[in-house]
């Protein structure tokens, strides 16, 4: 049996060679070919879509920062930014329309101001209620600090004429019962 | 272009490991890359099946991603790539493993009695058996070595050998012959 090496192979002509030579490697692509493969890919889990979220955040930085290395510290980077601005975000939009920003604001229409005096009431009962609620209705100190929290109020609105006289009477008898009562040291 | 393209310069190794972490623009930059040489090797296999190109290019690159964790850079991305296009497209052959080496009946003769030309070849290759026109491309056309078209084929180094002895001289034969009678 003859060895593999000795198979005589016949070697081409010049010409035919030549032409061997001159056949093309490449062939033209089928456009549409990528888009259907990325799609197929895509649906297999081998293509994921935040990747482009993140190439696309890093395609505003310096391209150093595109390469392999950087690419997940940048990520986490990037991510990290986008929470404190979210949470920066959200503590504005909660902060904005509190009791507290209302009152310190001089923009306020006379409708406003109506309501922030109805809100600012509604938030003394119900933190009066919260208070006796935690504590024993017996709690002297809630009681105490009630009732100075109530009759500076009064004062307040007596000052003010906003209370058609009512303040005066109410002011009149809280005085009493403040005066019975042991003082509040205030801090 | 667009920023998100890799750049020409980008390594095929490069590619593949930014594709396996899930980057579309890699995977496209190594189909736009690789994709007109992998379709004319799969043309030219396929000889006359030409119906069966786009399927068999898309399955190529599709068991390439699949397996794209196997590619250790090892050999050329090309190469491992072509690798896998000659499977897929043997499968896709089946009458490979039937036919007797013959050349075909209706071989074209060159055009125009003239000189043969690059289409005549073309042509010529599309109409050898099966087998002998994969060991032809893949031999005188992409350059493999008779190992590795043995061990890419699953065949014996003699038979690629054999093989290609004959399809050469079919091919000279188809070739002259036509030239000869037109003349």
Redesign the interface.
């Known amino acids: 049996m003859r060895p593999?090496n000795d198979?005589?192979?016949?070697?081409?002509?010049a010409?035919?060679r030549a032409?061997?030579d001159?056949?093309?490697?490449?062939?033209?692509?089928?456009p549409g070919?990528?888009e259907?493969?990325?799609v197929?890919?895509?649906h297999?889990g081998?293509?994921?879509r935040h990747?482009?979220v993140i190439?696309?955040i890093s395609?505003v930085i310096p391209s150093a920062a595109r390469d392999?290395q950087f690419?997940w510290p940048v990520g986490i980077a990037a991510v990290l930014l986008l929470v404190a601005l979210g949470a920066w975000g959200g503590w504005t939009a909660g902060r904005r329309g509190s009791l507290e920003e209302m009152l310190t604001r001089n923009d306020l229409t006379v409708g406003d101001r109506v309501l922030l005096l109805q809100r600012a009431g509604s938030a003394y009962v119900t933190a009066a209620q919260s208070y006796a609620n935690a504590t024993a209705r017996t709690d002297t100190t809630a009681i105490e600090v009630a009732s100075r929290v109530l009759l500076g109020a009064a004062h307040a609105v007596a000052r003010n004429h906003l209370d058609a006289g009512i303040a005066e009477q109410l002011t009149t008898v809280l005085q009493q019962s403040a005066t019975r009562s042991r003082p509040t040291v205030w801090f | 272009m667009s920023l998100h393209r890799p750049s020409a310069a980008v390594p095929d190794e490069t590619l593949v490991r930014r594709f396996l972490d899930g980057s579309e623009p890699a995977f496209r930059a190594l189909h736009d890359r690789h994709t007109p040489r992998l379709r004319m090797l799969v043309r030219r296999l396929l000889g006359r099946h030409q119906h069966e190109l786009d399927d068999a290019v898309q399955e190529t690159w599709i068991a390439a991603s699949r397996g794209a964790h196997a590619y250790r850079g090892d050999a050329a991305f090309a190469t491992w790539l072509a690798a896998i296009a000659v499977r897929i497209t043997l499968k896709r052959l089946p009458r490979l493993r039937r036919d007797d080496g013959e050349l075909s009946d209706d071989i074209p003769s060159p055009s125009d009695g003239g000189p043969a030309t690059v289409i005549d070849l073309e042509r010529a290759l599309a109409a050898l058996p099966a087998h002998q026109r994969v060991v032809v491309v893949l031999h005188d056309v992409e350059g493999y070595t008779h190992d590795e078209i043995a061990e890419q084929l699953g065949i014996a180094v003699g038979t690629s050998k054999a093989t290609l002895s004959r399809a050469r001289h079919a091919l000279r034969r188809a070739l002259t012959e036509g030239v000869t009678n037109a003349t």
């Open positions: 593999d198979i005589p192979i016949p070697d081409y002509d010409e035919l032409l061997f001159a056949l093309p490697h490449d062939a033209p692509t089928d070919a990528a259907r493969l990325v197929r890919l895509r297999e081998l293509l994921v990747r482009s190439a696309s395609s392999l690419r």
